[in-house]
T-cell receptor, first 113, second 118 residues
């Protein structure tokens, strides 16, 4: 069974709007958390990852995510989106004790110029 | 950075035949490799987890006799789709977890293999 859920399936924003994509996981043990982006016709690209330390993680292209352990969440944020951020975003969780690596269902982001 | 190579990138096969996809870690040893399939406009679905030298662990709903996974060495895992049917057409991706490091920062992805069964 999948252990990570993304509730926003499709998000449409205008340029310069702020972005927050939700990601929740359902596992009480040690996890490592990731956000990937997939641009149209391209392969997965790692945006950022969390495995320990500061729960606020900064990634590439101005993205950041915050790990809130009490909420089992790892939401992705960007203060001001650009048209070039149009892509699909996947949250993923590595379940340390089970040695499993699951992806969420993805969120399609459409940024209107 | 670490490289995971998948081969072939594209393959077309006839219905009823078998096709093998290779996943190699080129500059590190991979204790664990994960196999996913991704249908168009959908997410990556974990099919199985393979550990070097042991049998693969399949996710619920994945037929282990149809999707044969072998992880014979620390740098190579193979996925064989046996008796392929058109519904097996998909994008198959492997990822590899490197050995001896903190997990989480050492999972690398292959570029994927497009399988079309005609």
């Amino acid at each position: 069974a999948q252990s990570v859920s993304q509730h926003n399936h499709h998000v449409i924003l205008s340029e310069a709007a702020s972005l927050e994509l939700g990601c929740n996981y359902s596992y009480g043990g040690t996890v490592n958390l990731f956000w990937y982006v997939q641009y149209p016709g391209q392969h997965l690209q790692l945006l950022l990852k969390y495995f320990s330390g500061d729960p606020l993680v900064k990634g590439i292209k101005g993205f950041e995510a915050e790990f809130i352990k009490s909420k089992f969440s790892f939401n992705l944020r960007k203060p001001s989106v650009q048209w070039s951020d149009t892509a699909e975003y996947f949250c993923a969780v590595f379940l340390y004790n089970f040695n499993k690596f699951y992806f969420g269902s993805g969120t399609k982001l459409n940024v209107k110029p | 950075g670490a490289v995971v190579s998948q081969h072939p990138s594209w393959v077309i096969c006839k219905s009823g035949t078998s096709v093998k996809i290779e996943c190699r870690s080129l500059d590190f040893q991979a204790t664990t490799m994960f196999w996913y399939r991704q249908f168009p406009k959908q997410s990556l679905m974990l099919m199985a987890t393979s550990n070097e030298g042991s049998k693969a662990t399949y996710e619920q709903g994945v037929e282990k006799d149809k999707f044969l996974i072998n992880h014979a060495s620390l740098t190579l895992s193979t996925l064989t789709v046996t008796s392929a049917h058109p519904e097996d057409s998909s994008f198959y991706i492997c990822s590899a977890r490197s050995r001896g490091r903190t997990p989480g920062n050492t999972i690398y992805f292959g570029e994927g293999s497009w399988l079309t069964v005609v």
